[in-house]
């Protein structure tokens, strides 16, 4: 991996785009089509979205992450460890109710709680102009992994975050018991830029974001369920969120997506000034493979043209 973040603007992004309802086939299809990645005798972190257990697009569907793990395992990936924390449930608790212990059983993964982890394996983060009063810390593992691979969901975030997407999931490297971290993030009128500069501190080498079902109010552990169904990755985080806002503005969204212009999001605006990734739609293209998967990316495309 990268080092504190990867200054990406200026160049054209690449979101991978499947259209389909089953999370298998489109979780291998997207990422199969992702240029440069390399897992070849690597240990390689998962993160997933696994802030509640409840049904997906709450949490990360348990399809999605045994598609991504035996896909790592044919690209011949040394170890393959699952990583998360969970709140304001037990991560222990929501490991247990998604059945995540029966498959690490199967598949043969590592679980890393963040729960468990004590202030020696955080490593601090801050640099001028952060909107967190002192900086945050993430988790060591994170920052040296050989390999990191991000799998988000597609939905709106419904007390303060807006959308909880790629950039939301870097919330769960933070950790909310013991540290006062989560009270200033969600205390603040600024959470959208805040969740924004977590993501400075590290790059994952691909992000997948399961679209199959998406929250379009509410969130983000109960919503208005519609069926997007589609598949996405990319290396980019903000194109990935940006792809993500224009399939929430295809099938009608609540007024703060529907009525904000994709890229003055606070998540998106925010990340965008750190050099996260994409700063426009012009930097953004869409990557397919068959003509229905063509036809909503140019749908996609157009939204993002226009907003």
């Not at 608790?93 to 059945?99: A, F, P, R, S, W």
């Amino acid at each position: 991996m990268e080092g504190w973040g990867s200054v990406m603007k200026g160049n054209i992004s690449k979101v991978y785009l499947v259209s389909t309802d089953n999370r298998i086939v489109g979780t291998r299809r997207a990422l199969e089509m992702v240029e440069g990645l390399d897992f070849k005798d690597k240990k390689v972190i998962v993160k997933p979205n696994f802030n509640t257990a409840d049904a997906t697009p709450a949490s990360t569907h348990n399809d999605t992450l045994v598609a991504i793990f035996k896909w790592l395992k044919e690209k011949e990936a040394e170890e393959l460890t699952l990583a998360e924390r969970s709140g304001p449930p037990l991560t222990v608790d929501v490991l247990k109710e998604k059945g995540i212990y029966k498959l690490q059983d199967q598949l043969g993964f590592n679980i890393i709680n963040f729960d468990e982890l004590t202030e020696k394996d955080y490593i601090h983060f801050n640099q001028e102009g952060l909107h967190w009063k002192n900086g945050f810390i993430i988790p060591k593992v994170i920052k040296e992994a050989e390999a990191l691979v991000n799998t988000c969901c597609l939905k709106t975030h419904g007390f303060g975050g807006v959308i909880s997407m790629s950039l939301k999931l870097a919330v769960g490297l933070v950790p909310r018991r013991g540290f006062p971290y989560m009270p200033e993030l969600h205390k603040s009128f600024q959470m959208g830029e805040m969740i924004a500069e977590i993501n400075a501190a590290f790059t994952p080498d691909v992000t997948l974001m399961d679209g199959v079902e998406a929250f379009t109010a509410g969130g983000p552990a109960t919503g208005c369920v519609k069926q997007a169904k589609v598949i996405l990755a990319s290396k980019d985080r903000v194109a990935l969120d940006a792809a993500g806002l224009a399939v929430l503005k295809k099938m009608g969204s609540n007024n703060l997506i529907m009525n904000t212009p994709i890229f003055d999001q606070g998540q998106i605006k925010r990340a965008v000034e750190l050099g996260l990734g994409a700063g426009s739609a012009d930097e953004i293209e869409f990557v397919t493979e068959d003509i229905k998967s063509k036809k909503y990316a140019e749908e996609l495309k157009e939204i993002l043209n226009k907003d």
